[in-house]
């Protein structure tokens, strides 16, 4: 089970002084999040992408890249990377370019983006969102498992003979998961290609996302990539802790009531109800998200927003802190608990290799050759991505 | 027997109010209507009062509360909606068009609507054709040709003598039964969940 940081990269007032952080601050900020993140025990930082203030990370590798280089053990992801205004070959370029720097510990989470201005600014349109979603990662799929690629769409120019450099870390791409708040469409995706599904659930009720999530696992069975129970599924959550249940409501309640998205609307009380966020004690935290498989099933990567709507850098890494020291072990502990040997952890660079070694292993022991066809060797990728072979 | 299912939306701000007792009215006269067509009826009233703060968090947010999602799914499962208003500024007040606003856009598709309003004189009337029918036009639905805009005067002894507002009622209820009766929409809805005609999850634009 991974836990970590999600971050959506927003500049904001502190509605308590009204002071904005500059855009150097706030990037920066990022980065020493990020490193507090390893530091703490927590296993994964991810970065949001996004082309409109009063959001910052427009260019999330350049930022990853930096804290690969701060970092050792903590896996760079993104939350997420736009599929639809992205050209998919620089998707692919950019996040192999990443694996190679990082020595491997990079998956990447693909969004659709939901401000509609934004695809016009990239050539693209909104309405298309699911058809461009479909057609980039259809060809960012060849592009990270293909040496030479010819490929023609409806939405890029065509590729005639084309390889995307670097080639993957060790032939094995990232992992991607795919995310989306409500599309059954990219449900269906994810589990066509037995890659994770990541349930940005922070903003709408639990009943949602156990359809959305259901939907996927009963499709990634009837795919072949596993049971139900052994698809990848990754949650978002938000919490603000202190000591004190008390003390954390009074000081989060005037960054709720004016954050971005959701101030404004509903009460803080009327969202930590009927959304993931839980104000208050670490316990309280623990045992909210404790309980988030008995919705969701047992799943395998849990990233928490922790430093937006304004928080300054102190307070957040005193969140950090709070949730490596106190909450995570015993959520770790509490998850794993009673949890099916057979259900996998979340695929990682390491995981992904061992699974195409021993896939070579079998095929020299059985005397078979390597598959040579283009089709079986993305066959046997596709079992090597979500490590189904080893399951 | 066929089972009918009924969504009474009343925009009325006060309670009690006459948009909602001209609702029940409706309401009680479309049942009758389609229980003397051997139908069973479950008439729902929608009270968007109750539900105004979660609506104008849905337009904020982007996402219903629990209550307003089941109210959304009423609406959008019922075999006909009676939507009743007052009119506020020559059009619906601004709490049923945000009810309207945040729906999905297909959610009224072929639906059976009933539209009635009320106001403080009759002058208002016409608002039920120039305002109400164009929005649920706009909605694919398929507005009954007449609508009851009931004023202060009909629910007291200045009522107009000739066309007194039972007979108003009983005719705009009549209509929309037939119509209603005739509708095979909420048998034919598709599951918000199932995936679209034709979606392919790989290959160019998903259509390969």
């Known amino acids: 089970m991974q836990f970590g940081i999600f971050s959506v990269g927003d500049i904001t007032a502190d509605p308590t002084t009204g002071r904005e952080p500059t855009e150097n601050e706030r990037i920066k900020a990022i980065l020493t999040i990020a490193k507090k993140v390893e530091e703490v025990g927590l296993d994964v ?46 998707i692919a370029e950019d996040y192999a370019m990443l694996q190679h720097v990082s020595d491997g510990r990079v998956d990447i989470t693909l969004g659709r ?41 409806k939405f890029r120019t065509p590729l005639q003979g084309f390889t995307a450099t670097p080639r993957p870390l060790d032939g094995v791409p990232p992992f991607v998961w795919h995310g989306s708040i409500r599309s059954p469409e990219i449900a ?12 940005n659930n922070i903003f709408w009720p639990k009943e949602h996302y156990m359809k959305l999530i259901g939907y996927y696992r009963q499709r990634f069975e009837q795919y072949g990539h596993g049971t139900a129970d052994q698809a990848i599924v990754g949650l978002g959550g938000q919490v603000f802790m202190r000591k004190n249940a008390q003390a954390a409501r009074d000081e989060f309640r005037p960054y709720f009531d004016n954050a971005p998205v959701y101030g404004h609307g509903p009460s803080m009380d009327e969202f930590t109800e009927q959304t993931p966020l839980t104000v208050g004690s670490p316990q309280q935290v623990i045992d909210r998200y404790a309980a988030m498989r008995d919705h969701f099933g047992d799943y395998q990567r849990q990233l928490f927003l922790m430093d937006h709507a304004g928080l300054p850098l102190k307070t957040v890494l005193e969140q950090l802190d709070l949730l490596g020291e106190e909450v995570v072990p015993v959520l770790r502990k509490e998850l794993a608990k009673n949890r099916p040997a057979t259900v996998p952890d979340a695929p990682t660079h390491a995981s992904l290799v061992a699974a ?19 089709s079986a060797a993305a066959d046997l990728l596709d079992s090597v991505q979500t490590g189904s072979v080893t399951r | 027997m066929t089972e009918r299912s009924i ?15 001209l609702a029940d009215r409706l309401g009680d006269a479309v049942a009758s209507h389609l229980a003397e067509g051997g139908d069973e009826v479950t008439v729902e009233v929608i009270e968007l009062r109750d539900l105004a703060h979660d609506i104008t968090n849905n337009l904020l947010t982007g996402f ?25 500024a020559a059009s619906y007040n601004g709490l049923f068009k945000s009810f309207f606003d945040i729906m999905e856009p297909d959610s009224l598709t072929a639906m059976p609507v009933l539209t009635a309003a009320t106001g403080g004189t009759a002058r208002h009337s016409l608002a039920i054709d120039y305002a109400m029918r164009p929005l649920f036009a706009y909605l694919h639905a398929n507005v ?47 599951d918000p969940w199932a995936l679209p005609a034709g979606f392919r999850p790989m290959g160019p634009s998903g259509l390969e």
């Open chain 1, 356 to 374: 195409a070694n021993q896939i070579k292993e079998d095929a020299r022991r059985n005397g078979a050759d390597a598959p040579h066809s283009t």
């Open chain 2, 64 to 88: 219903p509360s629990v209550a307003l999602e089941k109210a959304l799914q009423t609406v959008h499962t019922a075999d006909g909606v009676v939507a009743v208003t007052p009119i506020f």
């Open chain 2, 7 to 21: 969504a009474v939306i009343s925009a009325g701000l006060s309670k009690p109010s006459t948009t909602r007792m």
């Open chain 1, 45 to 90: 930082f991810a970065l949001g992408e996004h082309h409109n203030p009063p959001f910052v990370p427009s260019s999330p590798t350049t930022m990853l890249g930096y804290i690969a280089a701060k970092t050792e053990k903590l896996i760079l992801s993104t939350a997420t990377t736009l599929i639809t205004t992205n050209d998919p070959v620089k």
């Open chain 1, 188 to 199: 269906e995706q994810a589990a066509y290609y037995g890659d994770g599904y990541f349930a």
């Open chain 1, 113 to 153: 983006g939901n401000t509609g201005p934004v695809y016009p600014w990239f050539g693209q349109d909104i309405r298309q969102g699911i058809p461009l979603a479909i057609e980039h990662y259809s060809l960012l799929h060849r592009l990270f498992r293909e040496d030479v690629v010819n490929w023609s769409g």
């Open chain 2, 144 to 190: 009954a040709s007449t609508g009851v805009f009931a004023s202060t005067d009909d629910w007291g002894s200045d009522e107009d003598g000739v066309k007194p507002l039972p007979e108003r009622i009983g005719r705009a209820a009549g209509e929309f039964a037939a119509l209603v009766a005739t509708s095979t929409r909420s048998k034919e809805l598709r």
